[in-house]
């Protein structure tokens, strides 16, 4: 069936590093991916998208990185901060409309 | 202009209740999708609805849930009968009316408790 899934559970990080959370996808019919940082008791925010026609999305601290040979994206956070402690959801489309999350990986920022 | 509002954000039922959950999208947007989520698990698709119309409810359960996204007024889940199993949060996005923009934004979230 189609899947995403994230590596890590869980990533804890130095305060000013940067960080990598990293996902696999099973269905090569993705043509979207999003990334959604989801904080305690809160909906899913938008972080950043990238569409399978391209290899590499920036924005500010964040860039993603997509590579369909291997079925995989990464979400790189620089320069990390205290408000980057959350869960980071991979997510696809797998063409459709409707979103399939992962499992999502728990982000700690250390002071 | 404001985003995807959903209401209440905590809902507390007694097991055979019936709960409803509403969602109003953000201003121009059409499309609307129920989301639930389990404790420290991802979201999991229910139901996307347009005006009037449900497109795809195939993340639904066959019993005792139901939505509906009428012509004036919010989307409504509605789920009878409710029992433990049902305590979770539903999320509810929405998107413009363009598919392919795929422009989602999520609520905050009705966190249900069946006790």
């Known amino acids: 069936g189609e899947s995403v899934g994230l590596h890590l559970p869980t990533l804890s990080v130095q305060e000013g590093d940067n960080s990598i959370i990293n996902c696999a996808y099973s269905?090569?019919?993705?043509?979207?991916f999003i990334w959604y940082k989801q904080e305690s008791g809160k909906g899913p925010q938008f972080i950043i998208d990238i569409r399978s026609n391209m290899d590499k999305r920036q924005g500010q601290r964040v860039t993603v990185l997509l590579n369909k040979t291997v079925k995989h994206l990464s979400l790189q956070i620089a320069a990390t901060q205290p408000g980057d402690s959350a869960v980071y959801f991979c997510v696809s489309n797998f063409g459709n409309e409707k979103l399939t999350f992962g499992t999502g990986t728990r982000l700690t920022i250390i002071p | 202009n404001a985003g995807v509002m959903q209401n209440p954000r905590h809902l507390v039922r007694r097991r055979g209740q019936e709960a409803r959950l509403r969602c109003s999208p953000m201003?121009?947007?059409?499309?609307v999708y129920w989301y639930r989520q389990l404790p420290e698990e991802g979201l999991k698709f229910m139901v996307y609805l347009q005006k009037e119309n449900i497109i795809d409810e195939s993340g639904m359960p066959k019993e005792r849930f139901s939505a509906e996204f009428p012509k004036e007024g919010p989307s409504i889940l509605r789920i009878q009968q409710v029992v433990r199993g049902d305590s979770a949060a539903y999320f509810c996005?929405?998107?413009?009316?363009?598919?392919?923009?795929?422009?989602?934004?999520f609520g905050s979230g009705t966190r249900l408790t069946v006790v």
């Open positions: 269905n090569s019919a993705s043509d979207y």
């Open positions: 996005a929405s998107s413009p009316m363009d598919p392919s923009s795929y422009g989602y934004t």
């Open positions: 201003k121009g947007h059409s499309h």
